[in-house]
């Protein structure tokens, strides 16, 4: 941390401007390409402001006549409503008529517009998308709370964003992959600071990066190759929301929030069959170490998240307090259960 490198430096005060550091940005973006497998064609760029900064970049970049949105949940509706502020905005597909617990169908009758914008996975609701929708026009997608957490091809997309602080690193810097064609249609002056033609310029160095945030992304995506990289840390994700999932059927007390088909590997979000018992749970895995597993207040109950740093072994600490919370409340339904499983 105070000597970075052996410069004596630490790498929190070294020039941004360095050669050293510029060798990082450098590895962190080959690091990016390396493991999503990103094409030649395509920009590699390190932002500032968050997931949320990309929800009215993208529409100063690109929306000219009608933006396309996916209606999928929280986060998704924020893209919504700030691409208002810059011109006609299109909702091709809603889920909110279930509090967004399942991923809409999608069906483009009308022309698409500039863009379709859609988020892969629904941070708050727990839903995923698995099947993307094809499209004739640019496909854009937040994958802020699922990125390198499974394989994508890149090329299905236009531009992918993403906050850096699930899978990535730390809070602070905002991965942007970009298809170059896309950036050469941009042809409008726009505040620097929100173009990503000066990004892509000026190697995300147009003005002081996140130092930190890539240094640290840098270590993180090492880490994620040392894992069997995506692909491996992909067959770990899907290993640990199936314990958990499958707790949730079993147990009696438990039931999820989200349509099967679309549940996330990232959030599992679920509640207690019984809205009395949900204070009593939070309570009873509170005593036993867990905090922070509230829902959001939107949709209520508990969401566990399993982003890649999580370890299975946390996963199968919380489906025991879940069956001990079982045999808690009911102390023969455990036993019950167990025996017409077995005939
Ligand atoms: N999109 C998604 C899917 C998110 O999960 C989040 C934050 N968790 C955001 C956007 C907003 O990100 P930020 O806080 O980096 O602006």
């Given at each position: 941390m105070i000597d970075w490198n052996s410069s004596g430096l630490s790498i929190l005060e070294v020039s941004h401007r360095s050669p050293e550091f510029e060798a990082v940005v450098l590895k962190t973006q080959l690091l990016v390409r390396e493991l999503l497998r990103v094409p030649d064609d395509y920009s590699v760029l390190f932002l500032q402001g968050g997931a949320s900064t990309q929800f009215s970049m993208i529409p100063l970049n690109f929306l000219k006549t009608k933006g396309t949105y996916l209606d999928t949940g929280y986060f998704a509706l924020k893209a919504i409503k700030e691409a208002k502020h810059y011109g006609h905005v299109a909702v091709?597909?809603?889920?909110?008529?279930?509090?967004?617990?399942y991923i809409p169908d999608v069906n483009l009758t009308e022309p698409g517009g500039d863009y379709l914008h859609c988020t892969s996975n629904n941070t708050i609701e727990g839903t995923e998308i698995f099947h993307f929708p094809q499209t004739d026009i640019p496909l854009f997608c937040d994958m802020s709370s699922d990125i390198f957490s499974r394989m994508i091809n890149v090329r299905d997309f236009d531009l992918i964003y993403a906050g850096a602080q699930k899978n990535m690193g730390p809070a602070g810097m905002t991965l942007v992959i970009v298809k170059d064609e896309l950036l050469k249609q941009v042809n409008k002056a726009l505040p620097s600071m929100s173009d990503y033609r000066v990004y892509r310029d000026n190697q995300s160095m147009f003005n002081t990066p996140p130092v930190f945030s890539i240094y640290v992304a840098m270590l993180n995506l090492l880490w994620l190759k040392d894992q069997g990289g995506v692909e491996g840390i992909e067959q770990m994700n899907m290993r640990k929301a199936r314990v958990l999932y499958t707790e949730i059927d079993r147990n009696p007390l438990f039931q999820g929030s989200a349509a099967i088909a679309h549940r996330s590997r990232m959030n599992v979000t679920f509640t207690t069959v019984d809205p009395a018992h949900e204070k009593d749970f939070l309570d009873f895995a509170e005593a036993r170490g867990f905090v922070g597993i509230s829902g959001y207040r939107s949709v209520g109950g508990f969401r566990a998240s399993l982003y890649n740093a999580l370890p299975l072994e946390s996963v199968q600490a919380l489906t025991a307090v879940m069956y001990e919370f079982q045999r808690y409340k009911y102390p023969l339904s455990a036993e019950i259960k167990e025996a017409q499983l077995i005939n």
């Open positions: 091709a597909a809603t889920s909110a008529d279930k509090n967004y617990s």
